[in-house]
């Protein structure tokens, strides 16, 4: 067996030591996950915010009164965090990162 690096080992070497790669070799960046965005088309039509109080309740009902004001990302069974995780992807954006205070009309009880 030969002790020469090939340039792949340095390479991955040089990115794990600088938090590029995780030791299993997949890139960090592949790994993030983004935020779906309030002026994403999909989140328009669905009221998606990332403050549930930002909603409008006008045209989203759902969550106007008592029992809508207690609706959150983070106490909805599409939501795959813990519950008190600050982000988590979610299965009706593609699972694209949604906000634990955040609400959309898909909202639905946690089990
Ligand atoms: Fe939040 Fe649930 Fe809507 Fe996903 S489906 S954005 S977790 S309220």
Known sequence: ??????????????M???GVVTTAGIPIRLLAQEQVAEDDP????MGYKHDATAVDTAKFPKRAGE?????????????????DAEWAPCAIFANKLVANNGWCNAWVAKA
């Open 42 to 45: 999909l989140a328009v039509s």
């Open 67 to 83: 029992a809508g004001a207690n609706q959150f990302c983070h106490n909805c069974a599409l939501f795959q965090g813990d519950a």
């Open 16 to 18: 794990i030591a600088g």
């Open 1 to 14: 067996m030969s002790n020469k690096t090939t340039r792949r080992q340095f390479l991955t070497r040089a």
